[in-house]
């Protein structure tokens, strides 16, 4: 099985930008479809940017269409966020997913996680 570890979050003001990091461990990359999630308190998890591992379509949740873009490094079992012009209402625990079956939307799908990267945006 694939082990996850998300790095890259912190403490931006409004307008600035974030990269987050996923790197995989113990399996092949390629073979999963990957996926960035975030949970603000009160919330539920949600997908935010995914990767097709078949027909590598990504997908992007409308509310950070144009600010945020996914991408993975099947060399480097390696995949990214880039966060640009970050909101408060970005402020969440960021989760990088890994899902071996069936193509997925929801974090119920997935079943693979790793332990999570806080990101504050301030005002």
Not at 41 to 50: N, Q, S, V
Not at 55 to 70: E, H, L, M, P, Q
């Amino acid at each position: 099985q694939v082990q996850l570890a998300e790095s890259g979050g912190g403490l931006v003001q409004a307008g600035g930008s974030l990269r987050l990091s996923c790197v995989a461990s113990g399996g092949t990359f390629s073979s999963y479809h990957m996926g960035w999630f975030r949970q603000a308190p009160g919330k539920e998890r949600e997908l935010i940017a995914g990767i097709n591992r078949i027909t590598g379509v990504i997908y992007y949740k409308d509310s950070v269409k144009g600010r945020f873009a996914i991408s993975r490094d099947n060399a480097k079992n390696t995949m990214y966020l880039q966060m640009n012009s970050l909101k408060p209402e970005d402020t969440a625990v960021y989760y990088c997913a890994a899902n071996s079956g069936g193509l997925s939307y929801s974090a119920s799908g997935y079943n693979y996680w790793g332990q999570g990267t806080q990101v504050t945006v301030s005002s």
